[in-house]
């Protein structure tokens, strides 16, 4: 299987993994929230394709689901842990945003995974263990402190974090230019970090400048900052959306999935959606023969 | 017999031994560098001997717990020194949606054994933002384990106990503790009181004046405020001749009540003592217990002795109005209807 064929796989399990979320909601088969990733699959898949699950860690936020799914490829354990059962990743006390499986955390209260995770990184540099600590932000993630505290000591205590910021425009329902002055990148330069900015869906693109990014950290020890522009199709959580349907069309021509799936091969490309079709077909039944939770009491 | 040393050097020589003893230790603060050694000078030392394992932040308050639990979940035993207790509030974020989630809600993957130290208390003319006893706002807080020090603890052992502990635990020191001499008990009495410990983590104490024989009441309470209530416990004695039981806790949260149940049983009146706010405070919450679990031990209404709802003023002659004194725990004592005076 060719890196582009492993990527399509992989974003479009995410894309229908999300999709399958929503139906079952529709369905009332899901109560609580969650907080869909579709049409920022790219950004999950190129970036973390260079991280070793063994050595590396990823702290993750509320919109966790790509990052976990390419991290770890667990969708059974991510299927129960949203459906709250006892095969879930955390036994369905976390649900969607509280997820930990191996090197993989993640939290839901905006930017308060910044610290942790700077903590993260001192205690691998401090072993020695070479890993990289890598934790996804969002534009709206911008507007809390502990952030700039932590581009701080990530700075001055040069701990090997990779940064990533993904903007897609919206916090909720909020657009950015309401929410976050002056430029994203320059942020984190004012801190003495490096930083890298793309403007795209291209997961070959993105996978080229992440890989580059890692390779930094990972050789140099430092913080590294990486600002991808992208744009979620789905609403921020469950009807929630208030934006202009015309602007969410306009952004379908950059539909990660079309871009990475019009390269391939159409009869090459149907075989990869038929088997995650296939494989995630697998893990919704299963979950939904999966036990609940017990309330008898202790 | 040598004089006890102060809890300050007790407190110092015992993180010295622990760095000596685990090698997972790791102390980060504000100023905490040598030759300062922190605000009050617990850490001095440290850095010089284990410059590696000791960090100096920037003021950052609401990220370090957040740091020290990150290192925590990899394996590290942080002890985070937060300068004034005060600046706890700027951390409640990371108390209260990480820190104290991680274990249960990560379904016991994970532990977060972090210690933050912090000094609380007033009497000293620090003004409203420096002086505060904020330990009843960590209560409610479930995961998490709150302990407070007092000058008649074996501090060391309360921190060795912290460290140990698979919890995050906030160690609630106190600046006026600091400099007074750590005054254990010998042979069983600390001075003319006799005093019992209870055995495993987290110690409470209890005193008696007349080796627990009959008594007005028990007083309840920690940190700062027990050489107060020693004080005020003589006092009854001498100017009232009324003999009480006096509980030193320090395990705050999950509150250790057995030691109080215990005393109520005895003594049938309850009186707590605490230097911070009346309402929702530490007595609040023993007031409660207590009296779903020992109704029938209870002569007389529980009283509650803290400071008044209001800021702490920086006038020292203010601010001893704010806080409770001897005064107000032997009224306490002396007004519960029917004990005599």
């Given at each position: 299987m060719t890196t582009l064929e492993h990527q399509y796989g992989q974003m479009f399990t995410i894309r229908r993994f999300e999709e399958t979320l929503l139906e079952m909601f529709s369905q009332g088969k899901l109560v609580g929230t969650t907080h869909t990733y579709i049409g920022q699959e790219a950004d999950a898949v190129g970036v973390i394709g260079h991280l070793d699950p063994e050595r590396d860690v990823v702290f993750s936020n509320h919109r966790c689901h790509g990052h976990y799914i390419a991290f770890t490829g667990d969708l059974y354990g991510l299927l129960c842990e949203v459906m709250g059962k006892p095969d879930g990743t955390c036994g369905g006390k976390g649900g969607s945003q509280h997820l930990c499986n191996g090197n993989f955390y993640s939290?839901?209260?905006?930017?308060?995974?910044?610290?942790?995770s700077t903590g993260i990184a001192l205690a691998e540099k401090q072993k020695g263990s070479g890993a990289v600590t890598t934790v996804f932000l969002g534009d709206g993630t911008l507007g809390q402190g502990a952030v700039y505290e932590c581009l701080n000591m990530a700075s001055l205590w040069r701990l090997p974090m990779l940064f990533v910021l993904e903007n897609n425009h919206y916090a909720q329902t909020t657009p950015r230019q309401l929410a976050v002055s002056g430029t994203i990148p320059e942020r984190a330069a004012a801190f003495g970090i490096a930083t890298d900015?793309?403007?795209?869906?291209?997961?070959?693109?993105?996978?080229?400048?992440?890989?580059?990014?890692?390779?930094?950290?990972?050789?140099?020890?430092?913080?590294?900052?990486?600002?991808?522009?992208t744009y979620r199709f789905s609403p921020h959580s469950k009807g929630d959306d208030f934006r202009d349907p015309a602007e969410i069309e306009s952004r379908r021509a950059h539909d990660p999935l079309a871009v990475a799936g019009a390269r391939l091969d159409d009869e090459r490309r149907r075989e990869l959606e038929d088997a995650c079709e296939r494989r995630l077909a697998e893990v919704v039944e299963a979950a939904e023969r999966a036990p609940a939770a017990t309330t008898e009491l202790v | 017999m040598p004089a006890p040393k102060r809890c300050v050097l007790v407190l110092n020589e015992a993180l010295h031994e622990l760095f000596e003893r685990r090698e997972d230790v790791f102390l980060l603060g504000e100023d905490v560098l040598d030759p300062y050694g922190g605000a009050f000078k617990v850490t001095q030392g440290l850095?010089?001997?284990?410059?590696?394992?000791?960090?100096?932040?920037?003021?950052?308050?609401?990220?370090?717990?957040?740091?020290?639990?990150?290192?925590?979940?990899?394996?590290?035993?942080?002890?985070?020194?937060?300068?004034f207790g005060d600046f706890i509030a700027l951390g409640f974020d990371q108390i209260v949606n990480g820190v104290s989630k991680f274990r249960e809600m990560f379904d016991e993957q994970v532990t977060v054994p972090?210690?933050?130290?912090?000094?609380?208390?007033?009497?000293?003319?620090?003004?409203?933002?420096?002086?505060?006893?904020?330990?009843?706002?960590?209560?409610?807080?479930?995961?998490?384990?709150?302990?407070?020090?007092?000058?008649?603890?074996?501090?060391?052992?309360?921190?060795?106990?912290?460290?140990?502990?698979?919890?995050p635990v906030f160690l609630i020191e106190n600046k006026l503790m600091y400099g007074r001499p750590n005054r254990r008990p010998v042979d069983g009495y600390v001075d003319e009181l006799r005093c019992l410990e209870t055995e495993g983590p987290y110690p409470a104490l209890t005193f008696s004046g007349n080796d627990f024989g009959e008594a007005a009441a028990t007083i309840v309470t920690y940190g700062g405020m027990l050489p107060i209530v020693l004080d005020a416990a003589t006092e009854l004695i001498l100017e009232h001749e009324l003999f009480t039981e006096v509980v030193a806790l320090s395990q705050l949260h999950p509150l250790e009540l057995d030691p109080v149940l215990e005393s109520v049983a005895r003594t049938g009146a309850l009186v707590t003592a605490e230097e911070g706010g009346l309402t929702g405070g530490v007595g609040a919450e023993v007031a409660a217990r207590v009296q779903e679990l020992a109704w029938d031990d209870l002569?007389?209404?529980?009283?509650?002795?803290?400071?008044a709802d209001g800021i702490i003023p920086a006038s020292r002659e203010l601010e001893d109005v704010a806080l409770p004194g001897v005064a107000d725990v032997v009224d306490a004592v002396t007004s519960l209807a029917g004990v005599r005076s």
């Open positions: 939290n839901g209260v905006q930017g308060s995974i910044v610290p942790v900015e793309l403007d795209t869906t291209d997961v070959t693109e993105i996978d080229a400048a992440a890989g580059r990014a890692v390779d930094r950290v990972r050789s140099s020890g430092e913080p590294f900052f990486l600002v991808l522009h | 850095s010089d001997r284990w410059p590696e394992r000791v960090l100096t932040t920037p003021i950052s308050e609401a990220s370090l717990i957040g740091v020290a639990a990150g290192m925590a979940l990899r394996g590290r035993r942080p002890i985070l020194e937060i300068m972090l210690v933050v130290r912090t000094p609380m208390g007033g009497r000293r003319g620090y003004g409203p933002t420096h002086s505060q006893s904020l330990e009843k706002l960590l209560l409610g807080v479930p995961g998490i384990h709150v302990v407070a020090a007092s000058e008649c603890h074996d501090l060391g052992g309360l921190l060795d106990d912290a460290v140990e502990d698979d919890h002569r007389r209404p529980i009283r509650r002795v803290a400071a």
